[in-house]
C-alpha cells in the first residue's frame, strides 16, 4: 500500500473557514479547493455587494488559497461554479473568463439556489500543484 501524505491549506488571504473543513488539501501533485463565497477577508467577512464584486471576490478567493498551497489559476484543471440564478450565468461567464484567461480548464456549473450568506455564487477547484510528478 503506498502511503499518501495530505496536506491541509490554510491562508488568512481567504476567508478562514467557518465550520469543519480545510480551505484546500493537497495530496500527491493535485490541490482540492473548498467552496469559495465571495466573502471578504476582513474580521467580519463581509459578503462581497454587487454581481461583479462577488465573482472577483470568490474567484480571487480560489486563486489565494491556490497560491498558499504553491499553485496558480493557471494550472487549474477542473472549476466547479454554482450559481443562485441561472439567469445570472452570462455575465458570470465573462467575468469569469476575463480572470481566467486561455486556455480554459475544465468546468461545471450548478444552478442550485440559496446560497450560504446569500451570495450568488459560489467556485470549488481541482488545481495541478507545481510539486506535481
Not at 42 to 54: I, R, Y
Not at 55 to 65: G, I, K, P, S, Y
Not at 81 to 97: A, C, F, M, T
Request: aromatic content about 6%; hydrophobic content about 45%; charged content about 15%.
Amino acid at each position: 500500500m503506498v502511503s499518501v501524505l495530505i496536506e491541509h491549506i490554510l491562508t488568512e488571504k481567504a476567508p478562514l473557514p467557518r465550520g469543519h473543513y480545510a480551505q484546500a488539501t493537497k495530496a500527491n501533485g493535485f490541490v482540492f479547493v473548498s467552496g469559495q463565497l465571495p466573502l471578504t477577508t476582513d474580521v467580519n467577512a463581509a459578503l462581497a455587494e454587487g454581481l461583479e464584486a462577488q465573482v472577483h471576490q470568490a474567484l480571487t478567493n480560489v486563486r489565494e488559497v491556490l497560491l498558499a498551497a504553491g499553485t496558480d489559476v493557471e494550472r487549474l484543471l477542473s472549476v466547479q461554479i454554482y450559481v443562485s440564478d441561472i439567469e445570472i450565468w452570462p455575465r458570470v461567464n465573462k467575468l469569469y473568463q476575463e480572470f481566467i484567461g486561455n486556455p480554459a480548464p475544465a468546468r461545471t456549473v450548478v444552478q442550485c439556489g440559496q446560497l450560504h450568506y446569500g451570495a450568488c455564487i459560489e467556485i470549488s477547484a481541482i488545481a495541478l500543484c507545481d510539486d506535481a510528478l
